[in-house]
């Protein structure tokens, strides 16, 4: 297991935090029962609550940090049936689905599901969000302006592929929710800014090449 990563053992289930992910929305902190608790050592004791109340909470993590895994295999985490991307106000972008992100460690096992993905340029962590746009001040509210095209279906695999000093091209059926929680825009590809320059955000419209970004793989 990665040095980045901490297991909080159960007698049915076990729970892997993923530090080099959590960016501490507190979806699992805030959640009601005993599976986490602040200040609490260990923080998280999966055996106080049902194995469906840790799949339930580990569920929440909309960047993929939290995952489980069942000790008898009987149940496992699927992707959700729709690919979204949601622009989060003044943040990343969030994804859930059938996820594969060219580049991620092999053992960042929750973004097959659920991830946080950088659109303010500022990360260190690229592609994924480690909260740097609350300190580089980006604004951007999630507002989306253009439809794309009407799809007969949102699920499948949905392939993210980071560009050099470049956009998120996003290849596979899925819709963008914009950050007033509307469905927006569904389409099976599209190429999402990624430096915070864009002037036609969440879409790439080159200003990456004007303000210098580097996105550092």
Not at 81 to 107: H, K, M
Not at 110 to 137: I, M, Q, T, W, Y
Request: proline residues 5%.
């Amino acid at each position: 297991m990665s040095k980045a990563k901490k297991r909080f053992s159960g007698k049915q289930v076990d729970v892997d935090w993923d530090g080099r992910l959590c960016i501490h929305i507190a979806e699992c902190g805030r959640a009601k029962g005993e599976l986490f608790v602040g200040g609490r050592d260990p923080w998280g004791q999966p055996d106080l609550v049902s194995q469906q109340e840790v799949i339930d909470v580990v569920e929440r993590c909309p960047s993929g940090a939290l995952t489980y895994a069942v000790k008898d295999g009987t149940v496992s985490e699927r992707p959700a049936p729709d690919n979204t991307v949601t622009l989060s106000c003044n943040g990343p972008y969030f994804l859930r689905g059938e996820i594969e992100i060219e580049g991620a460690p092999d053992d960042m096992d929750g973004v097959s599901f659920r991830a946080a993905l950088c659109r303010c340029g500022a990360s260190n962590n690229k592609p994924f969000c480690d909260n740097s746009h609350e300190k580089a001040g980006f604004r951007d509210y999630g507002a989306v302006g253009e439809k794309g095209e009407k799809l007969t279906a949102a699920g499948g695999k949905l392939m993210v592929k980071p560009l050099s000093d470049g956009p998120l091209v996003v290849n596979g059926s899925f819709s963008i929710v914009s950050g007033s929680g509307r469905v927006a825009w569904t389409g099976t590809q599209a190429a999402l800014c990624r430096c915070g320059a864009s002037n036609n955000k969440p879409f790439c419209d080159g200003s990456h090449r004007t303000a210098g970004f580097k996105s550092g793989n």
